[in-house]
């Protein structure tokens, strides 16, 4: 299949900027297509020999690759690693398949089953969305008192989904999580994400710091990745009380620039994402003189 | 290349590396700007964080 390799954003941030200039930098031919004018008519395959998937929105980062899967464009990453680690229950259940530790977490197919779930978990408790992202909307829930307020509160929301409730056991973290990259099923870095606050998600604020990659973490991430389908993931892992490590959750979009800061020179995400894409691209097909 | 913020009129100088899509941020008043053309250079407020945006 001829046909450049397209980077899909609607939004360049410093990860897609420093992907291009990897791209660039071995010569590839990549063109940065905006996801927000993209259509996929079933007859027209678009004009792609291969894509990275950046795109922001998770739901048209899932439905492109899904698309383009359809019409026989490989993509990075793919529709199902996208649709799992989209949604936290089915990465707890992908993470638990696969013999990968993770905290105990339940889902609630109601808020009122929630609070009987609770009731069985204990204070405190962690309610999140199904699939949501830089910890927005993530509670940490103390007593009775606030589990009912939140929960009126899913209750009222229009989204039949937003009755489905996750709930995660709280794992009391020293003030900061580690974030592990993975690509192509090699752990490439790994940095604190340390807050004041209990949640660490770099979106609202963290700083990240080197972390040394180990190979009980290196192998633990390469393995979470592998459980959610992810040649490219972001896995978020937790210390609990007993120093043991637990995988949070795995991100499919992984935004790395706090952690590429903190690792300097000694990691290249950008250019281990770039070396994978053009290892699994085709190879374009010469042109007959 | 120079331009206005769109929100607050404030001069901005960008590279000639600039890309479409880009987001910028005005020094002055701190609103996110999406670069909407290269050439002309015109930036737009960045469209506010959707439900389902993140990682």
Known sequence: MNGPIALLASRLRVEEKALLAAFSA????????????????????????????????????????????????????????IATCGDKWLTSTALTAAGVPTPAAALALTPEAALDQIAVMGYPVVLKPLSSSWGRRVSLIRDA?????????????????????????????????IRVVVVGGRAVGAAYRNADTWRTN?????????????????????????????????????????????????????????????LGDGCNVAGAIADLVLRDAPVPARVAA | MTTACPECDNGLTVGSGTRLSEILECGDCRSELEVVSVEPLILAIAPEAEEDWGE
Do not use: M
């Not at chain 1, 031919?29 to 795109?55: K, M, Q, S, T, Y």
């Not at chain 1, 290196?218 to 972001?234: P, S, T």
């Open chain 1, 202 to 262: 770099v979106a609202r604020g963290a700083t990240t710091t080197s972390c040394e990659l180990h190979d009980g973490l290196a192998d633990l991430a390469v393995r979470a990745a592998q459980a959610v389908g992810a040649a490219i993931a972001g896995v978020d892992v937790v210390e609990d009380a007993d120093g043991r490590l637990l995988v949070l959750e795995v991100n499919s979009g992984v935004e790395f620039a706090g952690l590429q800061r903190a």
């Open chain 1, 26 to 81: 071995r010569g590839a031919d990549v063109v940065h297509v905006d996801a927000r004018r993209l259509r996929f008519p079933l007859a027209e395959p678009p004009p792609w020999r291969f894509v990275l998937n950046r795109e922001i929105s998770a739901t048209r980062a899932r439905y492109a690759a899904a698309s383009l899967e359809t019409q026989g464009i490989g993509t990075l990453n793919s529709s199902h690693a």
């Open chain 1, 145 to 177: 008192d606030a589990a009912q307020a939140v929960l009126e509160h899913c209750a009222a929301l229009p989204a039949p989904q937003a009755h489905l409730i996750y709930l995660q056991e709280f794992v009391n973290k020293p003030g900061r999580d």
